[in-house]
């Protein structure tokens, strides 16, 4: 498949500037440092996070010699993510990373000087974050997840590889924009497929076990997730939630279909992420962020046959080869 290639040449570009790099991952006579706005947990870092350190490694980056790292957890805790951005500020980082959505929003109004690289996030232009794409401006750049606008086409993929779902509940994030126009947005293509959608919120972990109470409660044989960092970071818990409910389950990114997704469609997160490294390394040697388009992923078709076993599901032969990767 296309994106096995994309891969490939990732792969390859990472190690040749490694090579290249590995005695130049520095200014002489400075450490670079960069402050770490992080959306999640420090005891469970999120994938994310771990991606973009291992980018930095590839590039020939050692942390705590050849790079300084400043972290800031918000602990599952949106609210924080304003005073821990400034914290950051405060240090004079020459560069500022993070993902998510609301993390580039509390990063973008606690400084207009310092670089802002977003590992991965969402509707940047939609949202105001940047003014277009390919020409950001300011003092931010990054990596783009299309994830809205490939909701529809999820929802239809999910109900080819469940065609008995009826009611599907989708699971937002109470606190992310991103999601204040989900399921309303999908309207259109849940009518077409004969299929009922029902919001469900959610905040903090400690929120999930009443959003599966609403979600019984509310009839649905089927449950989409939308992406955000927090549920990223906690999908082992929602997912073990979801299976224990027996819900079937579509959600973004092959990241979920490892944990147990039964489906997912998107982009892999981490991939993007472990690229933001370079994106960092750039501007460390002298490019403006505003120089630097967003970059966007495309989207690939997992499958876990486990999952499908466990649920009963079987996938039809010509969804299966539809699949872009299967998960034994």
């Not at 449950?223 to 990223?232: D, G, K, P, R, T």
């Not at 970071?233 to 944990?259: C, D, K, S, V």
């Not at 960092?280 to 495309?298: F, M, Q, S």
């Amino acid at each position: 498949m296309w994106y096995r290639a994309v891969g490939c040449i990732v792969t390859l570009t990472l190690s040749l500037l490694a090579a290249s790099l590995a005695t130049t991952a520095q200014p002489r006579g400075k450490i670079p440092r960069i402050g770490v706005l992080e959306p999640s947990y420090q005891q469970h870092p999120a994938p994310c996070l771990l991606a973009f350190q291992q980018g930095l490694r590839d590039l020939g980056y050692v942390e705590g010699q050849t790079i300084r790292l400043d972290y800031r957890y918000a602990e599952g805790q949106p609210h924080r993510l304003p005073t821990l951005a400034a914290e950051l500020v405060q240090l004079a980082p020459d560069v500022l990373w993070l993902h998510s959505n609301l993390a580039a929003w509390a990063a973008k109004r606690a400084t207009t000087t310092i670089p802002i690289v977003i590992g991965v996030a969402v509707e940047l232009v939609e949202q105001g974050l940047v003014p277009s794409l390919a020409q950001p401006g300011g003092n931010l750049t990054g990596l783009e997840l299309p994830s809205l606008e490939v909701a529809g086409k999820r929802l239809e993929l999910f109900k080819e590889a469940v065609p008995t779902i009826s009611r599907v509940a989708v699971l937002v994030e109470v606190a992310e924009l991103a999601h204040v126009s989900v399921p309303s947005n999908l309207e259109r293509e849940a009518q077409a497929l004969g299929v009922q959608l029902q919001r469900v919120e959610a905040g903090a972990p400690a929120t999930f076990e009443a959003a599966f109470a609403a979600i019984i409660d509310g009839g649905a044989d089927a449950l989409l997730i939308m992406e955000s960092a927090l549920f990223a970071a906690q999908r082992q818990q929602l997912l073990a939630l979801a299976l224990r409910h027996r819900l079937p389950t579509m959600a973004y990114g092959r990241h979920w279909a490892e944990a147990g997704s039964l489906v997912s469609y998107g982009a892999d997160p981490r991939e993007l992420c472990q690229r933001s490294a370079v994106l960092v390394h750039k501007i460390l040697h002298g490019v403006k962020p505003a120089d630097l388009p967003i970059e966007r992923a495309g989207f690939q078709l997992v499958l876990n046959l486990k999952t499908a076993e466990t649920l009963g599901v079987t996938f039809s032969p010509m969804f299966l080869f539809r699949a872009d990767a299967v998960i034994k």
